[in-house]
């Protein structure tokens, strides 16, 4: 099938690495710069990457209307608003202006006393979310959302043991992975060792005791995996996807500190602990 080519583009780009100490510009720069050249159907692909941003936004502004929201996801504050407004005045008319899966959500929140205890609505959309972008046509954003749910419910996994927390409770998504590790969470392997090409590699990361750096390392497999499965794209797409994958991942760690890492490595602890069950797929 014929792809779109963006030559003057991509020639253009600044190289940065892994280990660059600056950005040559922040990813909602980038973003900015993209959309104005991206045709149509690409640009609706890179939409799935920055509806992360949409996911978290949807949840701040279903708790409070008022919520500081991140400016790059496809979607704004007022568009977002009127979403959930127009769901509850009429929640039986098919709304066109969201993805599916904000739709689902929104319904299913208004349906339900949202402050209820025992319910983890960010792992609820976030299994929606993930899911969605598995399924995308593209197989390289396929493969990434992938990969990421991979990697995020396998640590969830071991750590869960570690903590002793309900393995069940922290893992996310429906693909094949998520059901093996929920049917097999009782052992040693969670099923994985001869169904994750990767998980050995992941283990030895889960073993890294400084958390700064076990962060550091997942990054780096994440970065790596993206220089491997674009060997041979150039000035497409998939190039422009990967290259937003890895300046989103260079952003991160510019801003990062050893500090920070902690916080938000005790912040994750502390939600698992929680340990309650999504609900059951259907």
């Known amino acids: 099938m014929f792809k779109n080519q963006y030559y003057y583009f991509v020639a253009g780009l600044p190289d940065f690495s892994f280990d660059s100490t600056k950005l040559p510009f922040t990813v909602e720069e980038f973003k900015e710069m993209l959309y104005e ?104 954003v396929s493969q990434w959302f992938t990969l990421n749910l991979n990697i995020g419910n396998t640590l969830a996994a071991i750590y869960s043991r570690k903590y002793d927390i309900d393995v069940k409770s922290v893992v996310v998504g429906n693909n094949h992975i998520a059901k093996t590790i929920r049917a097999n969470a009782n052992m040693r392997d969670f099923g994985l060792e001869q169904e994750l090409e990767y998980f050995e590699t992941l283990l030895r990361i889960s073993e890294e005791t400084d958390i700064y750096e076990r962060e550091r390392k997942i990054d780096k497999f994440r970065w790596d995996w993206l220089e491997e499965n674009t060997v041979f794209d150039y000035f497409n797409v998939e190039y422009l996807f990967a290259y937003l994958c890895k300046l989103q991942i260079l952003e991160r760690w510019v801003q990062l500190n050893a500090e920070e890492g902690e916080r938000v490595f005790r912040e994750l602890i502390a939600n698992m602990k929680k340990n309650v069950k999504l609900p059951e797929e259907e």
């Open 37 to 140: 050249e991206l045709k149509l159907d690409d640009k609706r692909l890179i939409d799935k990457y920055f509806l992360k941003a949409d996911k978290e936004n949807l949840l701040k502004l279903l708790a409070n209307k008022d919520a500081d929201i991140q400016k790059i996801g496809v979607f704004s504050r007022e568009e977002i608003l009127d979403s959930i407004a127009s769901i509850r005045e009429n929640p039986e008319v098919k709304n066109k202006n969201i993805p599916d899966i904000f739709e689902v959500f929104i319904k299913q929140w208004l349906k339900e006393d949202a402050e209820a205890e025992g319910k983890r609505w960010e792992d609820l959309l976030t299994s929606l979310y993930m899911d969605y972008g598995v399924k995308a046509k593209n197989s390289l």
